[in-house]
Nanobody
Framework: QVQLVESGGGLVQAGGSLRLSCAASGDTFSSYSMAWFRQASGKEREFVATINRSGGYTAYGNTVKGRFSISRDNAKNTVYLEMKTLKAEDTAVYYC?????????????????WGQGTQVTVSS
C-alpha cells in the first residue's frame, strides 16, 4: 500500500501560479502511475492530469491543458502539479491518486489510493 500526502495549496489571485506536491510513502513509488483530480464544491470529481511510472507519458484534462504540468521525482517519491494562469474556476480541493496500472488512466475509479486533498482557491 502507498500513503499520499498533498501540500502546496492556498489562496492565489487569478493569473497567478501554484505548485502542488504529493509525497508518497509505504511502497515503491515507481510502481505506481499517478494522477491529480479536483473537486469543486457541489460538483463531480474531475480528472486533471496523469503521469506514468517513469514520467515519460503525461495526459491532461481539457480544462487545464496548456496551463498545468504534472511531473514526478521517483528519487524523492513525489509527484508535482505546476499550475499557471490560474482562473477562478480552478478553485477546488485537489487530490493526488495512485494506481498500480502501468498505463495512466483518467477515470477516478481505477485509482486505488488517495490523499486527503489540498484546497486551492483562486480569487478573481
Amino acid at each position: 500500500q502507498v500513503q499520499l500526502v498533498e501540500s502546496g495549496g492556498g489562496l492565489v489571485q487569478a493569473g497567478g501560479s501554484l505548485r502542488l506536491s504529493c509525497a508518497a510513502s509505504g511502497d515503491t513509488f515507481s510502481s505506481y502511475s499517478m494522477a491529480w483530480f479536483r473537486q469543486a464544491s457541489g460538483k463531480e470529481r474531475e480528472f486533471v492530469a496523469t503521469i506514468n511510472r517513469s514520467g515519460g507519458y503525461t495526459a491532461y484534462g481539457n480544462t487545464v491543458k496548456g496551463r498545468f504540468s504534472i511531473s514526478r521525482d521517483n528519487a524523492k517519491n513525489t509527484v508535482y502539479l505546476e499550475m499557471k494562469t490560474l482562473k477562478a474556476e480552478d478553485t477546488a480541493v485537489y487530490y493526488c491518486a495512485a494506481t498500480t496500472s502501468a498505463i495512466p488512466l483518467v477515470a477516478a475509479t481505477f485509482y486505488n489510493y488517495w490523499g486527503q486533498g489540498t484546497q486551492v482557491t483562486v480569487s478573481s
